[in-house]
């Protein structure tokens, strides 16, 4: 079901920095983590030789370094996330899978993408500098005119603008592929989805995107000389940043699970939780409600359940569809994950409140919505019920909060295991 | 309102197992076994079962290779419960919880007469051609036996053997 997609099993091709850190001498020789320190030690003490035979001002030494530094932030950056996009694997829905193996093969595949906003950011620096030369010439000092050290500029300003743009057409793939990721995912069918892992990783490496982007506020006082270079610059956190932010937005709109077990997940109304002590489970029916990522139930503060789960927090819980007369309605969802314990009074539980209290709110009125009767009766009998059903919240009555990480769907009793 | 606990202990205990619990697990049609896996890791599973009248044992049947049977070879504790759902008032809904120890038994050496009554009960929703050469039956032993009905709940123990 998940076989190697054809991104991996075409040559692996890689960024041009990938493919020197990988057949370069120095680089070569040593695991990334210090691939990324030699490149800065080298580059650094090309830019101090140059500091000090052309004696230029200090400021040029301390933006320089700088400047050096945020290409090192963006290698050590690319080093790490790129692995993790091509380790990927691929959706069981058709539409999802071809939105990621176009976005990895645009991405990884295409040198023209992979240059272009590089060559025309170069492009703009240079026709900059031929057109407002005293600026170079204030960083260069007396070395302004030497052709070795324009060299090193022109390579500096290329690692530079090489990174930029790739951030930018990164920022606009990952936006674009999120949209029609989400547009896609609204479409599946039956069992198919993207594993929820992987979109996790994606939003993951969409946040590490944020990052990446604002590290190029290292360049902020080497484009503080310059109007035009301030704008771009601004342009570009705008661009990236606003980007990665609208693909995170959009990955947030993904569906966790597929539609079959999604439609049993809103709609059954009963679910059967099972909880471990000492090797004596303990199953328990419960009401619940599914908020499209968690599954929260109820529990009283005098249940086994409560005591158990504070013990031992793995929780299964089982939602079934069934029906005695017709064989083909009986289906069912396991789903298998840590509990966690939201109301209770100590310090802990009121530190959780405080971070979930908000959507433990919209979680009450998804049980009001799913289960009036429910709500109506706790509160007409208030008076009537034991204590311990007594419809108080944080006092008598706590929320579970099940974190799936397996995935069982029954149909007919025939079990397909999904990843979470 | 007042910071005080609700009192743990509100459960009935009861010298047999109640009758409305013996009515219940006779009507029932699904019941849910709970076994764990190494770990004290959970695992739920909805089933058949048979409520064996004379010997105080629930018979489940299911497949040889599933996860349950493979849990039960590992640790013998389980739990079955089997409720009476209502989505209108939680006052309606009873149940009986059973926590006891499975043994795992072939269906040859199953009593017939219970494997009769199961093909009986369920012969109208499994239809022919019912794979029973694959199939294993789980016997509970009942411990403890926990019942409800609304707000109300029993609990009935099995009472230790004297040596």
Same mark, same amino acid.
């Given at each position: ?12 091709? #890689? ?171 609204? #479409? ?233 | ?62 497949? #040889? ?99």
């Amino acid at each position: 079901m998940n076989g190697r997609s054809p991104v991996q099993d075409k040559l692996q091709r #890689k960024w041009i920095y990938e493919e020197i850190v990988d057949y370069i001498p120095p680089f070569r020789w040593l695991p990334p983590v210090f691939d990324v320190i030699a490149q800065l030690l080298l580059v650094e003490t090309v830019g101090v030789l140059a500091f000090i035979y052309f004696q230029m001002p200090v400021e040029a030494a301390v933006y320089g370094s700088l400047a050096i530094l945020y290409t090192v932030v963006w290698s050590a950056g690319c080093l790490y996330v790129i692995p993790w996009l091509r380790r990927l694997r691929d959706p069981t829905n058709k539409l999802e899978r071809k939105v990621l193996q176009d976005y990895k093969s645009r991405l990884l595949l295409d040198r023209k993408f992979e240059l272009i906003g590089g060559v025309l950011c170069l492009g703009a620096v240079i026709i900059y500098l031929l057109y407002d030369s005293e600026y170079l010439q204030f960083f260069l000092g007396a070395g302004f005119g030497n052709p070795l050290l324009a060299i090193l500029i022109l390579v500096l300003a290329w690692d530079i603008s090489y990174r930029m743009g790739l951030s930018m057409v990164t920022a606009l793939f990952t936006a674009w592929r999120s949209i029609s990721l989400s547009s896609a995912a609204r #479409k599946r069918l039956g069992l198919a989805y993207t594993a929820y892992s992987e979109v996790r990783t994606l939003k993951y490496l969409d946040m590490i995107n944020i990052f990446w982007g604002l590290s190029a506020l290292l360049l902020l006082p080497l484009a503080m000389g310059s109007y035009f270079l301030l704008l771009g610059l601004a342009a570009f956190l705008v661009g990236t940043l606003g980007l990665s932010t609208l693909s995170l937005m959009a990955m947030e709109t993904v569906p966790w699970f597929p539609p079959d077990v999604e439609s049993i997940l809103n709609y059954e109304r009963f679910a059967y939780v099972t909880v471990c002590s000492k090797d004596q489970p303990l199953v328990t029916p419960v009401i619940f409600v599914y908020d499209g990522k968690y599954l929260y139930f109820a529990t009283s503060v005098a249940s086994a359940k409560y005591r158990i789960i504070k013990k031992n927090n793995k929780v299964a819980v089982l939602v079934d569809m069934r029906d005695r007369e017709n064989r083909m309605k009986n289906r069912a969802v396991l789903l298998r994950g840590k509990g966690m314990i939201l109301g209770e009074i100590s310090l802990k539980g009121i530190f959780k409140l405080f971070l979930y209290g908000l959507w433990l709110l919209r979680v009450r009125m998804l049980f009001g919505r799913k289960y009036p009767q429910y709500m109506k009766y706790y509160e007409e009998k208030a008076q009537e019920l034991p204590p311990a059903w007594q419809n108080k919240p944080f006092l008598s009555r706590l929320i579970v909060r099940v974190e799936p990480e397996k995935i069982t769907y029954w149909r007919e009793a025939r079990p397909t295991t999904l990843r979470a | 309102m007042t910071l005080t606990l609700p009192q743990r202990n509100h459960t009935k205990i009861t010298e047999s197992i109640p009758e409305a619990a013996r009515k219940l697990l006779r009507e029932g049609f699904f019941a849910y076994l709970g076994t764990s896996e190494p770990g004290c890791e959970p695992h739920v599973t909805a089933m058949f079962y048979i409520w064996d009248e004379h010997e105080n044992f629930l018979y489940l049947v299911t497949s #040889k290779e599933s996860k349950k049977v493979s849990n039960i070879r590992r640790n013998r504790n389980v739990s079955v419960t089997i409720d009476v759902r209502d989505s209108s008032s939680p006052a309606r809904n009873s149940g009986v919880m059973i926590r006891g120890v499975a043994f795992l038994v072939e269906m040859e050496v199953a009593y017939e007469y219970l494997m009769l009554e199961y093909m009986e009960k369920y012969m109208d929703f499994l239809g022919t051609g019912y794979p029973l050469g694959s199939r294993i039956a789980i016997r509970v032993t009942p411990r403890s036996i926990s019942y409800w009905k609304g707000t109300e709940f029993y609990r009935w123990k099995k009472p230790r053997k004297k040596l």
